[in-house]
């Protein structure tokens, strides 16, 4: 730093009265040191961090290496480097949520309240029955015209023999598997049914503990982790009747589908990753392997494998399944939702899942009922008209050639996504929809709000980079965990709760856009909707809506509900999906 650098004011040691800040980049890292003795706030740190980061026009990772007093670690000069560009844009969010007036009242946010058809045939072919719905495959159960045993070894066979090509699967569990399938079998033929999802095989995203195997959260230094719970969702499919085939892969710590032996496939183009961080759950189901498949979502990990994979996924309001069992990212946004094929069958999983279990002090009781007693075209359907609207031509003129031509692929296929989009809206009106504009919080900046996750995920794994052995996971580029974790060591505690608070005002502005609709269509990745809906809490089913004539790969459209409100979710979903077919289309692999 500068000895040039004009002297900044701050807060004194003992918080009484002003002071400054010395220029000089060794008098300002003892003041700092100073403050710190004196048990000065991060608040003050940031105050200093800031000023020196507008005059010099970016942070620099000398700035980060004064500054890693504050978090008790040291980090090297490559790591210094990947954060810096993160630390300044954090510095600036922090100025945006410092703009927003906050009572002394707001709170942060810690609670969020806020079909039959006749039977079908065994079909010829093994790879249809295998793209079956649960609804069918169970009515083939119930018959005996197949049996369990028979699916879990089609499934078991399948994952065996796609797997190579897809890398879904961190675990066959075929021991476990055959010895639920024949109990499954045992009880049907004796007329004891336990409900639709008897004896029907399914995968568990390997963040579910599941005892005596493995649950590794695709990282590697978790690989050979066996943990002794057993997740809640485990305990309650089983209950059912499910029979789980395997552990499906995980991007390390939940971020996208890199995990550390492979990165997964999407069966649509298996150029492509599968996206995460559900992205064995998402390929496993595309491809046929499973039934059904249990995701998670923080912020878009179920919404962006189902777009990537064309499956159908259903992100719950938060608290609605227990999360007892399974990873934690982030204590207040994680949440667990089914990834199937239609959106009848999420619903089908979701009622076996949802309600409180005693162990997670999140997980609520609410009424869920499927099939709907409502009518789907009695509901109201909001929309968001410009996240509609066609993305204005990027200007290319000071990038690379290679930038340039990047960008312009980019901005086609989004123009690309938009008309599948309105034709969608289109589709919607035709099944008798009226469609309501609705306009979205935006007194606040949304992105900085993320501070909220990478805090929480940096606590989660604190011990894993104070030891050093986030060195072991795949990924150490910028946008990945371990360089996020570090930046998450320099978040202040002001900041973190400053955000929770504005966070509590959104969560009421929110609910007050939806009051007039039951249920919002929104392009899956408009605006900054996804990371609003999650930090809200709302729930989502994404759905695939349309497939790109470049490459055939899907594109998607999201339904978000009130709180609580999964039933007028699914119902529309369910409609528009029996009306347009998408979801019926099989990957090419």
């Known amino acids: 730093m500068s000895d040039i650098l004009p002297r900044q004011t701050a807060i004194t040691p003992s918080g009484r009265g002003r002071s400054e800040v010395p220029t000089s980049g060794w008098a300002r890292r003892d003041f700092l040191t100073a403050l710190a003795a004196a048990g000065a706030g991060g608040a003050v740190f940031t105050r200093a961090l800031t000023a020196l980061a507008q005059e010099a026009g970016a942070v620099s990772p000398e700035m980060i290496r004064q500054a890693e007093w504050i978090s008790g670690m040291e980090f090297t000069e490559e790591e210094r480097e990947l954060m810096a560009d993160g630390v300044g844009e954090a510095i600036e969010g922090y100025t945006s ?13 810690l609670r969020f309240d806020a079909t039959g058809r006749g039977p079908v045939s065994r079909p010829d072919a093994e790879e249809d029955l295998a793209f079956m719905t649960i609804a069918e495959r169970g009515g083939l159960l119930r018959r005996r015209v197949v049996s369990s045993e028979q699916l879990t070894r089609l499934y078991l066979e399948r994952l065996q023999r796609y797997d190579p090509v897809l890398r879904c699967v961190i675990t066959l569990t075929p021991d476990l598997a055959l010895e639920q399938a024949r109990r499954a079998d ?27 195997y493995p649950t590794t959260w695709g990282a590697a230094p978790y690989r050979d982790q066996v943990r002794p719970e057993r997740a ?15 552990k499906l892969s995980v991007g390390a710590l939940a971020w996208g589908d890199v ?51 064309g499956v159908t996924g259903l992100r719950p309001t938060f608290g609605r399944v227990s999360r007892h069992g399974v990873m934690a990212l982030s204590w207040s946004m994680d949440k667990i939702g089914p990834m199937c094929r239609s959106a009848e069958d999420c619903a089908l999983v979701f009622r076996e899942l949802h309600g409180s279990d005693g162990l997670d002090p999140s997980a609520v009781d609410a009424p869920f ?3 709907a007693t409502r009518p789907a075209t009695e509901l ?21 050639q290679e930038e340039a031509g990047q960008t312009r692929a980019e901005w086609r296929n989004s123009l690309e996504w938009r008309v599948f989009d309105r034709r969608t809206l289109d589709e919607l009106r035709d099944l008798g929809f009226g469609l309501i504009p609705v306009t979205l919080p935006s007194e606040y900046s949304i992105r900085p709000l993320g501070i909220i996750l990478t805090a929480e995920a940096s606590t989660a794994f604190d011990e894993l980079t104070r030891t050093g052995r986030d060195d072991l996971l795949v990924r150490q580029i910028e946008n990945a965990w371990p360089n996020e974790f570090r930046q998450g060591q320099l978040i202040p505690a002001v900041e973190y709760i400053r955000a929770n608070r504005i966070r509590s005002l959104l969560m009421r502005d929110m609910d007050a856009a939806l009051a007039d609709v039951d249920v919002l269509v929104t392009p899956s990745f408009g605006g900054d909707q996804l990371l609003l809906t999650n930090l809200t809490g709302h729930p989502a089913t994404c759905l695939p809506n349309g497939f790109r004539s470049a490459d055939g790969t899907p594109t998607s459209i999201t339904f978000v509900g009130r709180l609580f409100g999964e039933t007028d979710v699914l119902s529309v979903a369910s409609a528009w999906q029996e009306a347009t077919g998408y979801h019926c289309r099989r990957p090419p692999v």
């Open 186 to 212: 045992r009880e049907i033929a004796s007329g004891q049914i336990r409900g639709p999802l008897h004896g029907i095989p399914w995968g568990a995203k390997d963040l579910i503990s599941v005892p005596g």
């Open 97 to 109: 949520l410092r703009a927003v007036p906050l009572d002394n009242g707001v709170p942060p946010a």
């Open 380 to 400: 109201r359907i909001g929309y968001v008209p410009e996240l509609f609207e066609d993305p204005d031509e990027p200007d290319t003129a000071d990038m690379s």
């Open 232 to 246: 809640t969702v485990a305990t309650r499919l089983e209950v059912a009747g499910a029979v789980l085939v395997a």
């Open 259 to 309: 995990w550390f032996d492979a990165t997964t496939k999407n069966p649509w183009n298996t150029e492509q990753g599968s996206s995460g961080s559900s992205a064995g759950p998402g390929s496993a189901t595309a491809a046929g392997l499973v039934g059904f498949s249990i995701g998670t979502e923080t912020w878009g990990s179920i919404v962006s494998p189902s777009t990537r994979c």
């Open 369 to 371: 009922a499927w099939p």
